[in-house]
């Protein structure tokens, strides 16, 4: 009942109003982010339409020029899918994990960003970690896509950026505070080889 609140508060401002209250769209995730972590198996199972609703609102969140309202939103992308893959339906093939494919992409999309704030860096890896292990194929078609376009020269360095990601500091594919800290260390590996690249195109 308090998730549908939630959805109905959001329809009824709308984005282009929820734009001018930056502090109302934080409120919503701090609370959306607490009703996953109490109750995590219910709400990895929402209906296609209430998953629909979510992925709507994270994604205007990340979009937000307020850096504040785009941290809440990522810490409930990561409630959520630490929801989905701790509670056993991680395949693949599960609708739940196909939805949150877009998700990873844009997340990678973020952090390629020269204006990307550094203060996002931290809880973007956090958001980025449980959804590669929900679906490393996603990762994998990244990086392919990514090394498609940079010139041939600089093809392994982008490979190697992609490859730290899953590999360096004895990361694990184990969702604990000790891979969270491995994962964040390695998205700056990861930025260091692949933004200077991407920024020669």
């Known amino acids: 009942a308090v998730l549908q609140g939630l959805f109905c508060v959001m329809e009824l401002l709308g984005v282009a109003r929820m734009i001018h209250y930056p502090s109302i769209y934080q409120a919503f995730y701090v609370l959306f982010s607490q009703l996953i972590i109490d109750n ?7 209906k296609p339409q209430d998953q629909a609703k979510f992925s709507e609102c994270v994604l205007f969140a990340l979009k937000h020029a ?13 409630a959520m899918t630490l929801a989905i893959v701790r509670s056993g339906v991680s395949s693949p093939s599960t609708n739940n994990v196909k939805k949150l494919d877009g998700m990873q992409r844009y997340l990678f999309k973020m952090l390629l960003q020269d204006s990307l704030a550094k203060e996002l860096v931290d809880p973007i890896a956090d958001a980025l970690f449980p959804l590669i292990v929900a679906s490393p194929n996603t990762l994998n078609d990244v990086a392919r896509a990514t090394i498609a376009t940079v010139a041939p020269a600089d093809r392994d360095t982008v490979q190697r950026g ?6 360096a500091n004895g990361l694990k594919r184990e969702l604990s505070p000790d891979n969270r800290a491995r994962f964040r260390a390695n998205v700056l590996l990861f930025l260091a080889n692949v933004r200077s690249v991407l920024q020669k195109k």
Do not use: E, I
């Not at 995590?40 to 929402?46: E, Q, S, T, V, Y």
């Not at 992609?162 to 590999?167: C, D, G, H, M, T």
């Open 40 to 46: 995590p198996a219910k709400l990895a199972r929402m």
């Open 162 to 167: 992609f490859k730290q990601l899953l590999s």
């Open 66 to 78: 307020d850096a504040k309202v785009a941290r809440t939103g990522l810490n409930a992308l990561r």
